[in-house]
C-alpha cells in the first residue's frame, strides 16, 4: 500500500530510510532543517578548501557494499575507494609513533616489535574479533531491537560470557604493553563508551579496524552523502532544504502532520532521523515516550571540539588520519565520563585529507581537520575554544618538529553549542547514545513510538548504535518495521 512518507532529516539514516521506502513503492520527501544535505556530514568549502564536517573515517566497507547491493548497485558505481597505508598513526611524542598498516600481517610484525610474543597473541585476538563481527555485523545489528530473544542465538549463547566482561579487562588480560593497549582501545570510542564500560563482545570493532582496514572515498565523505542522494532520487525521493520543523501534529493518538516553518505538511507516516530527544519535544508531553529523567540517565558518547584549518603550505611528519596520545589517555577519559569538565591534557585526532585527495585543498597547501573529544553538555565559549586550539597546535608543532601556527589561512571552530544549534543534538553530542551492556539492542531507544502511530525513528539514538554504518543498517531497520506494519 503506497503512503505519503516524511522524513526529517538528511543524515546517514534518513537517506538510507528514503532509498528502501521508495524502493518499496512509497512517496518520500525528505525534509532538511539546513540548507545542504547529509546531516553531520555536511561539507564546507573555503577558499578552495573542503572538508567533510563530521564522519571522517571509512570503515567496514562490507556494509556499504550491502546498503548498495540492495539496490542492484555496488559503491563503485558512484564513487572510488581508496585503503590508506598507513591506516594510521599513533603519536606519543617527537619522532616517537607507531603506524598502523593496511594489512594484518604488517600489524603483528609491528606488535611482536613492541611486545615479544604479542603477534601471536594478536592473530588469536583477531581470530575471536572475526567470529564476533560475523555475529554481529553479518545478523544481530539488522534485528530491529523489539525483543531480547533477537539477541539469543547458536552463536551468541556461545559467547555469552563476553557480554559480561569488558573490552578493557580483556584487552588488559592478553598485552601488557600499554601503548599496544592504547591501540585496542582506540576503536570502541567510535562506540561511544570507555572501554571499561563496553562489553568484550564488541572486539568486532579491531576486525573492522585491522581485519578490513581504513578506506577513504577519493574526495571525502562527502562522496557517500551525493551517492546515497543520487540513488535516492533515482528511486523517486524528494529533498527540501531550510525546511525546520517545528511541531508534529497527533489527531487521536496517530501522526498526521508536521509544522514546517509555520505552514502544515501533511503525511501518512512520519519518519525522525533527526535526534530522537530533540523529536520527542516537537510531540505535546502526553505523547512522549521518554522522559526528560530517563534521558539525563543515559550515558552519551562525546561531544567534540572540532577545527577546520587551511595552512598556506604542505604538512611535514603526518599521515592521513593521526592519533595524539601523548598525554594521559586514561584522564582524559574520566574528564568525559567520570567527571564531566574541559581536559587539563586533552587526546586529540589530526586528519589531513589534502594527504590523499588533492582536490581538497589548492596546490602545495593543506587541509586540516582537528578533533578533540569532550563531554557532552559541557561549558562552551569562544575563549575555551582558543585556548585549547592553542594547546593542541602547540603541541603538534612539537611533536611533528615545525612551525605551522603562520601558516594558517583560516580556521573555523566547531563545538558543543553549534551540534546543538545546528543538529538540535541533546546535551551536543557528536556520536550518540553509547552501545554499553545496558544500552544495546533491545534496550535503546525504539525505533517505533508507542505512544503515537504512524511516528518511526532512525539513527545513532536508537538501533543498532552510533556510526555511519550502524545508520545505514537503522535506515533499512526502520523501512523494514514499516513496510512490516503497514
Given amino acids: 500500500m503506497k503512503k505519503d512518507i516524511k522524513i526529517i532529516g538528511s543524515g546517514f539514516s534518513s537517506l538510507s530510510a528514503a532509498c528502501y521506502l521508495a524502493k518499496a513503492g512509497h512517496k518520500v520527501t525528505v525534509l532538511e532543517k539546513n540548507d545542504s544535505l547529509g546531516g553531520r556530514a555536511r ?75 604479542s603477534g601471536l597473541v594478536l592473530e588469536q585476538f583477531m581470530n575471536e574479533a572475526k567470529s564476533n563481527y560475523d555475529i554481529a555485523i553479518k545478523d544481530l545489528v539488522y534485528r530491529p ?21 569488558n573490552i578493557s579487562k580483556d584487552v588488559r588480560s592478553k598485552f601488557k604493553n600499554e601503548r599496544l593497549i592504547q591501540i585496542l582501545e582506540f576503536p570502541v570510542l567510535f562506540l561511544g563508551a570507555k572501554p571499561s564500560d563496553t562489553p568484550s563482545f564488541y572486539s568486532f570493532m579491531n576486525y573492522a579496524d585491522f581485519g578490513l582496514g581504513t578506506w577513504h572515498p577519493k574526495t571525502g565523505m562527502y562522496d557517500v552523502v551525493k551517492a546515497m542522494v543520487d540513488l535516492a532520487e533515482s528511486l523517486g525521493v524528494s529533498f527540501k532544504t531550510k525546511s525546520n520543523i517545528e511541531k508534529i501534529v497527533v489527531e487521536n493518538n496517530k501522526a498526521v502532520a508536521l509544522i514546517v516553518d509555520g505552514e502544515i505538511v501533511y503525511a501518512d507516516i512520519i519518519v525522525s532521523g533527526a535526534d530522537y530527544h530533540h523529536t520527542e519535544t516537537l510531540l505535546d508531553k502526553k505523547h512522549r515516550v521518554y522522559s526528560e ?88 565559549t569562544e575563549e575555551l575554544r582558543e585556548e585549547y586550539f592553542e594547546k593542541i597546535i602547540t603541541r603538534f608543532e612539537g611533536i611533528t618538529q615545525q612551525s605551522i601556527k603562520k601558516n594558517i589561512i583560516f580556521k573555523k571552530s566547531f563545538c558543543k553549542n553549534d551540534f546543538v544549534e545546528d543538529y538540535n543534538s541533546y546535551k551536543g553530542n557528536a556520536y550518540g547514545m553509547a552501545n554499553t551492556l545496558l544500552q544495546t539492542a533491545f534496550l535503546r531507544p525504539k525505533l517505533k513510538s508507542k505512544k503515537v502511530a504512524n511516528l518511526y525513528f532512525s539513527g545513532q539514538l536508537t538501533v543498532p548504535g552510533p556510526g555511519v554504518p550502524p545508520a545505514l543498517i537503522s535506515g533499512k531497520l526502520v523501512s523494514e518495521l514499516i513496510n512490516k506494519n503497514l
Avoid: C
Avoid at 598513526?89 to 615479544?116: C, H, M, P
Avoid at 531491537?145 to 566482561?165: C, D
Fill in 293 to 380: 529523567k530517563y534521558w539525563n540517565s543515559r550515558v552519551f558518547a562525546p561531544s567534540s571540539l572540532l577545527f577546520y584549518v587551511g595552512f598556506d603550505k604542505k604538512i611535514e611528519n603526518i599521515s592521513h588520519h593521526a592519533l595524539f596520545f601523548d598525554v594521559d589517555f586514561q584522564q582524559h577519559a574520566k574528564d568525559i565520563y567520570d567527571k564531566p569538565n574541559w581536559p587539563k591534557n586533552p587526546l586529540f585526532y589530526a586528519n589531513f585529507p589534502s594527504i590523499t585527495d588533492k582536490t581538497a585543498a589548492p596546490e602545495g597547501m593543506e587541509t586540516g581537520f582537528f578533533l578533540i573529544p569532550l563531554a557532552p553538555g559541557i561549558e562552551d
Fill in 43 to 117: 561539507q564546507f568549502k573555503k577558499e578552495g578548501f573542503t572538508f567533510d564536517m563530521g564522519p571522517s573515517w571509512y570503515w567496514m566497507p562490507d556494509v556499504f557494499e550491502r546498503f548498495f547491493g540492495d539496490f542492484d548497485k555496488k559503491p563503485s558505481d558512484y564513487y572510488e575507494l581508496i585503503k590508506l597505508a598507513p591506516a594510521y598513526r599513533v603519536y606519543y611524542g617527537i619522532d616517537d609513533f607507531i603506524a598502523i598498516s593496511d594489512n594484518l600481517q604488517e600489524i603483528k610484525e609491528t606488535f611482536e616489535s613492541i611486545e615479544k610474543g
Fill in 145 to 165: 531491537g523489539v525483543s531480547p530473544l533477537e539477541l539469543i542465538t547458536v552463536e551468541t549463547a556461545k559467547k555469552i560470557g563476553q557480554f559480561f566482561s
